[in-house]
Nanobody
Framework: QVQLAESGGGLVQAGGSLRLSCAAS????????MGWFRQAPGKEREFVAA????????SYATSVQGRFTVTRDNVRNTVSLQMLSLPPEDTAVYYC???????????????????WGQGTQVTVSS
């Protein structure tokens, strides 16, 4: 069983930046593809970014491409999301997610992820 805990959310002004972190425990993190998703009020959960085992070729939603960077530390069992140039539209609860350990590929589909964190609120004020 994989447990995930996000941190780093908060209130930031438009144009600002935040760094989210997700600490994983209970599984083989170095063989677990990870993803970030978000859900804004009244909207469905959407893909933000994903990263495979080795951290090569991360993928991003078009809306965050060039502004967000996902990285992982397979020693500390953490995955991070650096967010720059935030507009109010990025306001949402951000979730960290993990696929089943042993699956190589990351995914942009929420149903491919077996484990989820509780989420961390990101609010961008205009």
């Amino acid at each position: 069983q994989v447990q995930l805990a996000e941190s780093g959310g908060g209130l930031v002004q438009a144009g600002g930046s935040l760094r989210l972190s997700c600490a994983a425990s209970g599984g083989t993190f170095r063989r677990t593809p990870m993803g970030w998703f978000r859900q804004a009020p009244g909207k469905e959960r959407e893909f933000v970014a994903a990263i495979s085992w080795g951290g090569l070729s991360p993928s991003y939603a078009t809306s965050v491409q060039g502004r967000f960077t996902v990285t992982r530390d397979n020693v500390r069992n953490t995955v991070s999301l650096q967010m720059l140039s935030l507009p109010p539209e990025d306001t949402a609860v951000y979730y960290c997610a993990a696929r089943e350990p042993g699956i190589a590929a990351a995914s942009s589909q929420s149903w491919d992820y077996a484990y989820w964190g509780q989420g961390t609120q990101v609010t961008v004020s205009s």
